[in-house]
């Protein structure tokens, strides 16, 4: 389950947003199936989870992830990744790892338009789903 210490860690990045884009700002869901994950919308990505069963966020996701942040929490279109988004996003990933020991994960979605963009980070635990979809906007 998601720990009260990674809320307040996703909470003061929402806070942070919301100061950054005070017509928009950041919001997430953290959502929990027991017994379903063959019924989760990204039917596909929890097939891939139990195929590769990779237990840390890819390279490729990792990059994602940081823009994400970067650009929810500090400046909008960044070209690069600041330090203060680097120690965030180690931080938040070294308390979900801790959270869902164990259990694959992947980036499910990862969607950009314009003034918005979305994250979904999935963790699986046999036919359990653990959820977090994280929302950013500028308005």
């Known amino acids: 389950m998601l720990s009260k210490k990674t809320a307040i860690i996703l909470n003061d990045a929402c806070a942070l947003s919301d100061k950054e884009y005070d017509e928009g700002g950041m919001s997430y869901l953290y959502k929990f199936g027991h017994g ?79 003034a918005w963009s979305t994250l979904q980070l999935i963790f699986l635990d046999k036919n359990d789903y653990h959820d977090i979809d994280v929302f950013w906007s500028v308005d």
Request: net charge negative.
């Open 36 to 114: 379903i994950a063959q019924t989760h919308e990204k039917r596909q990505v929890i097939e891939d989870l139990r195929s590769q069963y990779t237990t840390t966020i890819s390279d490729s996701e990792l990059v994602k992830i940081r823009y994400f942040f970067e650009e929810a929490l500090f400046r909008f279109a960044p070209q690069s990744i600041s330090h203060e988004t680097d120690e965030y996003v180690k931080k938040l990933l070294s308390h979900l790892y801790t959270d869902f020991t164990g259990m694959p994960c992947k980036v499910a979605s990862n969607e950009k338009d314009g």
